[in-house]
């Protein structure tokens, strides 16, 4: 047994009761990270020699994360450390400062030891289109991890390190950890400071993290959630600490789930047996719902809205998308590009910069954005946003949390036929992880079974700024569950 | 043929603030580039901005000064264009929900009143700015992200001379609500323009031509050379091309920058990492209720109140610091248009020459309510007041040091002067046995006489009463 195969809580008594020094886990943490590499390809940079500086360095404190080892999505500004996004644009980016969610890691004395893969600048569900190449599932190499926090998911998952963070602006962090066999979670918007979290879209972008418990996810939440100056986005103060209050008990919460995307009905034709499985696994976590004493209930909802989610998701997020990352120009930063006058050396350097995939998002922002064109589709699509998030507001005033399966497979193979975005099995069951975007609600997906060896898992949406609810919900879960703490390829503990 | 022009503005002036509209960097003046700078300025990945209170006040007081509506919340949206001076590919601007809409501005031109309507006031972030070279352009930073206000007119200006009058009270305005240094030599005060002909007496405006970013002492040059460009297209049967120009300082002509067609589609859209800001009512009484008197309202105030010329009040209200310094000497009691005399030819007469500004002025207020109560109270002539004012100046004393020092002091006591008189008289009894009324002249030699036994210090009043009587008994004796 390796303590680095522990949760946060035992490795951290594990350094109080001096059975094991932060050097000792930092650099157990690099090695792996090595090792696995070439397997599974979860950092762009492995920063051995800061971590182990940084190791020396750190101060004693009380926070659970002090001497615990971590990974950082690479669209996270890291002073001195190379920065990329997984885009070639940005292959060679040092910045110059610390995004807050950097400094405060800092602060409690977790040390990084490396910057993680994503689907380039964020944008993609794959793990696949990252500048340095695939990431791959560490449950099954022929299968994806998913994305876009593709290698902070991998990172936990296959044991390099307990904890890690990401981003998630659809789905980023819980599609992923559904694959992964892991806990993802995005806070409220605004508990986390988005300074220095390079921009997808802002309005849905959610700093969050990946660990293998519900606890641990606590733990690094208490660490850095906070308000900041620096976003004027950000929350207020709180003042609790989740990791205090987790007691999983969720006597006479009321949960509900939404029929329409689980009426099998409504996936005629698209049904295999996997999908079956899923539903199959969903109504054992219902039962444990209420064998935990959860009032579990049906919710309808009009199918239009439903359907309209993905459409309104890929509107906003490519039209703001587009704006925030007009600065990649190589005019400040980045690869210079050549021309004969300024228009031609900003458009060599974002042709080059960019992969087809991301100047297709960017060709759609712009589409929508265009004068003739914003009424119709991008406000239209503000529009839906808002009537979405109206009715689960109003549903959360009956409810603390709807639940969900988190995918309808398990992560699928490299080399799948495309999926068919016009499903009702894409529409309605791939992409309701947005509508905590949308409302910015907490939202955190566990691991709820397997498939052919391979994770499935929930998803468990609360109102705004109820954070600590919905993790005691999924705390109380996961004890049930029995996937609680698992590392791909190791025997449950 | 003869045509009506029809001129709208797009002001942009540079607001002053500790630091910039969205970062913490100093919002200052720096010949040395890229000094007041921050990775926030530069556009670096993962910024975001905060936006300045103090900007958000200045903005709303202009508003309000400008009797604009002003919106329940501060929005900002983003403006989308690449240029290298725009490092994040946006400027953050308000196009939705301005501070100010639908406001106006009453302005002098002439001797007449005029209303210029303004569609809308708006906070924004300057640009950088960028150094051409043969083969290369420098960017310096410094000014990026100041925060700049964008005033908006309705197209209602009809001649050269109404823009100018209209720009100059803005400036004005600027100056008098403190929020801007408007220091047009740094280009903090720039204009886009817009003009159109149309033939004389048409109910339809013409095509619109903007000239872009024009320093404001270039507007009245870009403009004569614009509109006598369009006059003379038109002259020639050719139409005039909706179309954006730029001026060019060293020709003073304008040239096309890009046609209708290649107009920019700026994609505005609400900046979603600003949450709407709160402008509460406290604030925008608190706004309003610190708006000082306005230039105008106190131009026509002095023509109505205190009887002085257009031109009087219009070059005392033009500086705020000039008015207050005229005002507070006339609450003092003191006769408006003598005041209106002292300042607006000694006072400016003499700050002109010093190269210095009313605040630098060694002559205060009080020392010139302490003058002018010497010339009202007849204790010295305005000939010897001009001479003590300077005298004041020079040495920096106050009126009453220098009258006592150099014994400037009239007499005005009838019996102290009548002493002199009366030893004038001893001296000159020959002429003084003579004494005819009927002629004048002869008074006038005795007064004379007197004033220069005197040293110049006799009353000339005083003296002559009391010349009259004594002359009298001195020819009937």
């Not at chain 1, 962090?173 to 806990?183: C, E, L, Q, S, T």
């Not at chain 1, 605004?190 to 879209?201: C, D, E, K, V």
């Not at chain 2, 590919?89 to 639908?102: A, E, K, L, R, S």
């Not at chain 2, 040059?221 to 297209?233: G, N």
């Amino acid at each position: 047994m390796s303590y680095l195969d522990l949760s946060i809580e035992e490795m951290h008594e594990a350094i109080i009761n001096g059975k094991i020094t932060p050097e000792e886990l930092v650099k157990e943490s690099l090695q792996r990270a090595k090792e696995y590499q070439e397997k599974y390809n979860s950092f762009v940079t492995i920063t051995e020699k800061e971590a182990i500086d940084e190791v020396t360095k750190i101060k004693k404190n009380d926070s659970y994360l002090y001497g615990i080892p971590c990974a950082i999505k690479d669209n996270l500004s890291t002073k001195g450390i190379l920065t990329t996004s997984s885009s070639n644009i940005l292959k060679d980016y040092v910045p110059c400062f610390d995004a807050t969610v950097v400094s405060k890691l800092k602060e409690s004395g977790s040390v990084s030891i490396g910057k993680t893969v994503l689907d380039e600048l964020a944008m993609g569900g794959t793990g696949t289109t990252g500048h340095t190449g695939v990431v791959r599932n560490p449950w099954n190499k022929e299968r994806l991890i998913g994305g876009s926090s593709a290698g902070s998911c991998a990172a936990v998952a296959s044991g390099i390190v307990p904890f890690a963070i990401g981003s998630d602006t659809g789905d980023s962090i819980r599609k992923p950890a559904i694959y992964g066999g892991i806990v993802g979670f995005k806070p409220t918007y605004g508990r986390i400071s988005r300074y220095g979290l390079f921009p997808f879209a802002c309005s849905l972008d959610h700093v969050g993290c990946f660990a293998r418990n519900v606890k641990d996810i606590a733990y690094v939440v208490d660490a850095i959630k906070g308000h900041d100056d620096k976003d004027m986005t950000s929350l207020e103060n709180d003042n609790v600490k989740y990791s205090d209050l987790l007691d999983g008990n969720v006597k006479g919460k009321k949960v509900f789930y939404i029929k329409e995307i689980m009426d099998i009905n409504n996936y005629e034709g698209e049904t295999d047996k996997e999908l079956e499985e899923v539903f199959k696994n969903f109504d054992t976590v219902l039962e444990k719902c209420r064998e935990l004493g959860m009032e579990v209930c049906e919710e309808s909802i009009d199918i239009r809205l439903l359907k309209a989610i993905f459409s309104t998701y890929m509107t906003i997020s490519c039209a703001e998308a587009t704006s925030n990352n007009s600065n990649l120009t190589g005019i400040q930063f980045g690869p210079r590009g050549e021309g004969k006058n300024i228009e031609e050396i900003m458009f060599d350097a974002r042709t080059k910069g960019f992969s087809e995939l991301i100047k297709r998002r960017f060709v759609l922002g712009s589409y929508v954005l265009q004068k003739e064109n914003q009424e119709k589709l991008f406000l239209n699509a503000g529009r839906i946003r808002r009537l979405i998030v109206d009715k689960f507001n109003e549903l959360f005033e009956k409810y603390d949390a709807f639940i969900l399966p988190g995918s309808s497979s398990i992560a699928p193979k490299f080399q799948s036929e495309n999926i068919d975005k016009l499903s009702n099995r894409y529409l309605l069951l791939e992409n309701h992880m947005a509508i905590g975007n949308f409302g910015g609600m907490p939202s955190i997906t566990i691991p709820s079974g397997k498939i052919d060896n391979m994770p499935i898992g929930i998803c468990i949406t609360g109102r705004a700024k109820d954070d600590l609810n919905v993790l005691n919900i999924a705390y109380a879960l996961e004890n049930v569950l029995g996937q609680k703490g698992q590392i791909a390829g190791k025997e449950n503990k | 043929m003869e045509y009506d022009i029809t001129i709208g503005l797009e002001v942009h002036c540079e607001l002053k603030s500790t630091s910039k509209v969205f970062s913490p960097s100093p919002n200052a003046y720096s010949e040395k580039p890229n000094t007041n700078i921050s990775v926030i300025d530069l556009g670096f990945p993962g910024i975001l901005p905060v936006v300045n209170k103090e900007s958000i006040k200045k903005a709303l007081t202009v508003a309000t000064a400008l009797n604009c509506e002003t919106p329940e919340y501060m929005i900002f949206d983003r403006k989308n264009y690449y240029y290298p001076d725009l490092p994040k590919g946006y400027q953050i601007t308000q196009m939705h929900y301005p501070v100010g809409t639908n406001g106006y501005l009453d302005i002098y031109v002439e001797d007449k009143v005029k209303r210029i309507y303004i569609h809308d006031t708006h906070l924004e972030e300057d640009t950088a700015s960028l150094d051409h070279y043969d083969k290369y352009s420098l960017i310096d930073y410094n000014r990026c992200g100041v925060p700049l206000l964008e005033t908006v007119t309705e197209p209602c200006m009809h001649s050269i001379d109404e823009a100018l009058a209209f720009l100059e009270s803005l400036k004005r305005l600027f100056l008098y609500t403190d929020v801007s240094d408007v220091k047009v030599e740094l280009g903090q005060l720039r204009c886009d323009i817009n003009v159109s002909l149309a033939p004389k007496g048409s109910n339809e405006l013409g095509v619109k031509v903007e000239m872009k970013n024009i320093i404001s002492y270039n507007v009245k040059m870009a403009l004569e050379s614009e509109i006598k460009r369009q006059i003379q297209e038109l002259n020639n049967n050719r139409a005039i091309v909706k179309e954006t120009r730029r001026y060019d300082e060293a020709t003073m002509q304008t040239y096309r920058m890009r046609s209708k067609e290649e107009a920019i589609d700026y994609k505005y859209f609400i900046e979603p990492n600003i949450p709407p800001i709160k402008l509460t009512n406290e604030l925008k009484k608190e706004v309003k209720e610190s708006l000082p008197e306005l230039a105008f309202s106190k131009i026509t105030r002095y023509i109505n109140e205190y009887g002085l010329s257009l031109v009087d009040a219009k070059t005392i209200a033009k500086d705020k610091d000039i008015a207050n310094y005229y005002e507070k000497i006339v609450t003092s009691g003191k006769d408006p248009k003598m005041v209106s005399n002292w300042v607006t030819t000694r006072v400016l007469g003499r700050l002109s020459k010093d190269e210095i500004t009313i605040s630098e002025f060694n002559f205060t207020e009080d020392k010139m309510i302490e003058l002018l109560d010497f010339i009202e109270s007849g204790k010295i002539s305005t000939k010897q007041a001009k001479d003590i004012f300077y005298k004041c100046i020079e040495e920096n004393k106050t009126p009453k040091k220098v009258v006592k020092e150099s014994g400037m002091e009239q007499i005005t006591n009838e019996e102290e002067i009548r002493k002199i008189v009366l030893e004038v008289l001893e001296e000159n009894s020959d002429v003084a046995k003579d004494y005819n009324p009927e002629k004048g002249r002869m008074l006038d030699f005795f007064i004379g006489q007197t004033m220069k036994k005197s040293r110049g210090k006799a009353n000339p009043g005083v003296a002559t009463k009391v010349l009259k009587e004594e002359l009298l008994k001195y020819a009937n004796r």
